[in-house]
């Protein structure tokens, strides 16, 4: 008869714990890439959502939600990461380019040590792969300057999945609206 465990093995809290930091790399990366600052905090789940999805990146658990791919999972480790000092968030009056209803808006700023590590998982990457670390700079460097709107018009025409059956008709009007086809 095999032997049951009483618990988690080592193993088990290893595998957790570098899941963890490769959420948290990415996270940094994402904050490098952006310059050390994020409008919104939509905006910052619709950027690691891509690039998670189209560089391999970050191991989120997304679902779809109203206004998009939401992670709780990404939003506890923000939470964690501004406890620890490395990342602040301020609250200010949306853009016309921010405009999703999230007011007050609140924008992420990356401490120097964040934006490091960032830069250093960056670094990495381009070593392990020249074309996901450019594919990366691009992803975040667009879903951080067009308009949110735009953003999701984008993920939602890749991703279906990602959107909720009642706001079918929304994104088909962004998607018109910006000229993006099927």
Not at 52 to 57: A, D, F, H, P, T
Request: positive net charge.
């Amino acid at each position: 008869m095999p032997r049951r465990r009483s618990g988690p093995t080592a193993s088990f809290y290893t595998k957790n714990f570098l899941c963890f930091m490769e959420k948290r790399n990415a996270i940094a990366m994402v904050f490098y890439l952006a310059g050390g600052v994020v409008r919104g905090l939509a905006r910052l789940q619709y950027v690691v959502y891509l690039l998670q999805k189209e560089v391999g990146l970050g191991g989120f658990w997304f679902e779809p939600r109203r206004f998009g791919p939401w992670s709780i999972e990404l939003e506890g480790a923000l939470a964690t990461l501004e406890q620890e000092g490395l990342l602040s968030v301020r609250l200010e009056e949306p853009g016309p380019a921010d405009a999703l209803g999230e007011r007050p808006l609140r924008v992420y700023v990356a401490s120097q040590a964040l934006v490091e590590r960032g830069r250093e998982e960056f670094k990495k990457l381009v070593k392990r792969d020249q074309f996901k670390a450019y594919l990366a700079r691009h992803l975040v460097a667009i879903g951080v300057a067009i308009p949110l709107s735009r953003l999701l018009a984008y993920i939602y025409l890749k991703y279906p999945k990602a959107v909720p059956h009642a706001e079918k008709e929304k994104v088909y009007l962004w998607r018109r609206q910006y000229g993006i086809v099927a």
